[in-house]
C-alpha cells in the first residue's frame, strides 16, 4: 500500500518558514461590498446557531442572479477571484484562498501548541482546527466543486493523489478523527531527507462499523501562508489499515481512546 523504506525519523532542522509578505489591496471577495453589506454577510463557516441568515431573495455580489435560498445557506464565493487559476501565482493563489475564508468567516488562528515531550497532546485541537477548513471546503463543493478543489490543494495539502481530496461524497474530515499522535518536532524522511517540523499521526473512522479496521496516515507540517499566519498543513495522507502503520519507526501516543 506504500513504500516502507519512506520511513521517517527525528530529524534536527526545522523547516523554513514561507515567503512572509503581506499584500494590502487584495481583497477580492470585498469587492463591490461596502462596510455594511460586508458585516452584514460576514457568517461563520461552521454553521452556529447564531450565525446569520441570507435574505432569501437577495443576491450575492460576484454571484449570479439566483436567490441566495438556492445556495449553501450563508456562504459567499467571489468567483470572479478564481477565473485566472492557471495564470495565477501560488501566492497569489493562497491569498484568494484566504479571501475566501475570510470573507466566510473562517479564517481563524492556529491554536497554540507546544513542542518535545508530551506534545502530542495539543495534536487534537490542531486537527480539529484543520477539519473546520475542510469542513468548510466541504460547504464550497457543494455549491463550486472546481473553487473547491483549488481550496483543498492550497490550505490542506498539494499532494496530488490525497484522498483528503476526494469530496465526492462527503469530506475526509467527516470520515476520520484523530486517533494516535508522535510529539510535535522535527523529523525527515528516510527516503528523500525532507526534512519538517510537525507530527506524525494516524486517524480512525469515525463509524463505529469501521473505526476498528480503516486508518488515514497523515504527516502534517507548520507552514507560514501568504500573509504570514503560521498554518498547518498535511504533506502526505494514505488510507490503510489500523495495523499497518506507514511509519512505524515513529512513536505515537493514543489520544483517543473511544
Given amino acids: 500500500m506504500r513504500d516502507r523504506g519512506n520511513l521517517l525519523v527525528p530529524g534536527a532542522a526545522e523547516v523554513a518558514g514561507l515567503e512572509e509578505g503581506r499584500t494590502i489591496s487584495r481583497r477580492k471577495a470585498l469587492k463591490g461590498l461596502g462596510l455594511g453589506a460586508m458585516s452584514a454577510f460576514l457568517l461563520s463557516a461552521c454553521g452556529s446557531e447564531k450565525s446569520p441568515v441570507l435574505d432569501p431573495t437577495a443576491t450575492v455580489p460576484g454571484t449570479d442572479s439566483r436567490p441566495s435560498a438556492e445556495k449553501s445557506p450563508g456562504l459567499i464565493i467571489d468567483e470572479q477571484a478564481f477565473n485566472n487559476w492557471g495564470s495565477m501565482t501560488s501566492k497569489e493563489r493562497e491569498l484568494a484562498a484566504i479571501d475566501c475564508l475570510a470573507v466566510n468567516g473562517a479564517q481563524e488562528p492556529l491554536p497554540s501548541y507546544n513542542t518535545g515531550a508530551g ?75 525532507e526534512k519538517f517540523t510537525g507530527f506524525v499521526a494516524m486517524c480512525r473512522e469515525i463509524d463505529e462499523r469501521a473505526r476498528d479496521v480503516s486508518g488515514l496516515s497523515v504527516e502534517c507540517s507548520f507552514r507560514e501562508d501568504a500573509e504570514g499566519n503560521k498554518v498547518l498543513k498535511v504533506d502526505k495522507a494514505v ?16 489520544v483517543d481512546n473511544a
Avoid at 486517533?179 to 522535527?186: C, L, P, V
Avoid at 488510507?239 to 493514543?254: E, H, N, T, Y
Fill in 119 to 193: 506534545s502530542h497532546r495539543d495534536v487534537p485541537e490542531l486537527w480539529r482546527w484543520l477539519r473546520r477548513r475542510g469542513l468548510f471546503i466541504q460547504k464550497v463543493y457543494e455549491e463550486n466543486p472546481t473553487i473547491a478543489e483549488y481550496l483543498v490543494e492550497t490550505i490542506i495539502t498539494n499532494e496530488s493523489a490525497s484522498p483528503l481530496k476526494d469530496m465526492q461524497v462527503r469530506s475526509p474530515f467527516e470520515s476520520f478523527g484523530m486517533w494516535k499522535t508522535s510529539d510535535i518536532g522535527n523529523y525527515r524522511r528516510a527516503a528523500t531527507n
Fill in 239 to 254: 488510507q490503510c489499515f489500523l495495523g499497518d502503520d506507514p511509519s512505524p519507526a515513529v512513536q505515537k501516543f493514543i
